[in-house]
């Protein structure tokens, strides 16, 4: 995706939060802070209204209106992928992503769950991302992608992405255990867990058929952990 922003406090603010994730469209679309896209004759596909702030979706890209600060752009970024990812075989997912050699392990929950722990301790340069995870069927596999959107870690996130290893819903706990999930079990935890802001029902209907897929192609587990970094030791055992 291209970021088009306007010339004021907020447009370089914007510049600069989501650098290694603009440049050019190369068949993508294009996002536009606080203007109209040169091509925005088409009627929007998708719209969402955020306080004062208005998210329109077409054909040849997105309009942010009445965006004032800093937040609601980000806000409005992460209700656009929803959208966007979703032809895509793609959702986002409240969970940190961190590599360990060349695949991405996933650690799923809500706020407290220990997301920003596993962050924490896990080797440096390894965080694709803390809070937000962008997963996509693509070129044959699940992969992980680096997002701008973090947590307490404030992990910046990386422009990159990796195959999937395996899925891990987070339990503090005195000890270290993994316990598998049946594909039943991994949607009932991770449909809390998803970013969606649509209400059409037949939008829904994909989501949930992309998540079925993912629940039965990806190892899903439930990860009891200490915390210390020994819980890589029964993750990739």
């Known amino acids: 995706m ?3 922003f306007s010339e004021d406090e907020l447009g370089w603010k914007a510049r600069v939060r989501y650098q290694e994730f603009s440049g050019e469209p190369q068949g993508g679309f294009q996002i536009a802070l606080n203007h109209s896209l040169a091509t925005s004759h088409s009627s929007p596909t998708f719209a969402y209204d955020l306080e004062d702030a208005r998210l329109l979706l077409r054909q040849s890209g997105a309009e942010f209106h ?3 600060h800093e937040y609601a752009l980000d806000s409005l970024i992460r209700i656009l ?5 979703l032809p895509k075989r793609g959702f986002l997912l409240h969970a940190a992503s961190i590599v360990r050699n060349g ?3 996933i650690f799923m929950g809500r706020s407290g769950a220990g997301k920003s722990t596993v962050s924490s301790l896990s080797p440096e340069g390894s965080v694709l991302t803390d809070e937000i995870s962008l997963l996509r069927f693509d070129r044959g596999a699940w992969r992980a992608h680096g997002t701008p959107f973090w947590g307490e870690f404030r992990a910046a996130g ?3 992405d990796y195959p999937v290893a395996g899925i891990y819903c987070l339990t503090q706990a005195g000890e270290n255990r993994l316990v598998p999930m049946t594909v039943k079990e991994m949607l ?7 970013l969606f802001f649509s209400s059409d029902p037949q ?3 994909e989501l949930l058929n992309i998540l079925v897929e ?5 190892p899903c587990f439930r990860l009891h952990f200490l915390k210390d970094s020994s819980f890589w030791s029964v993750v990739q055992s």
């Not at 992928?81 to 990812?85: E, F, G, N, Q």
């Not at 993912?214 to 990806?218: S, T």
Request: aromatic letters at 6%; glycine letters at 4%; charged letters at 20%.
């Open 66 to 68: 009445g965006v004032r």
């Open 203 to 205: 939008a829904n209907d």
């Open 81 to 85: 992928l929803t959208v966007a990812l």
């Open 188 to 194: 009932r935890a991770i449909l809390p867990c998803v």
């Open 158 to 160: 990386q422009n990159q």
């Open 214 to 218: 993912f629940a039965r192609e990806i």
């Open 103 to 105: 695949r991405a392990y």
């Open 2 to 4: 291209s970021l088009l």
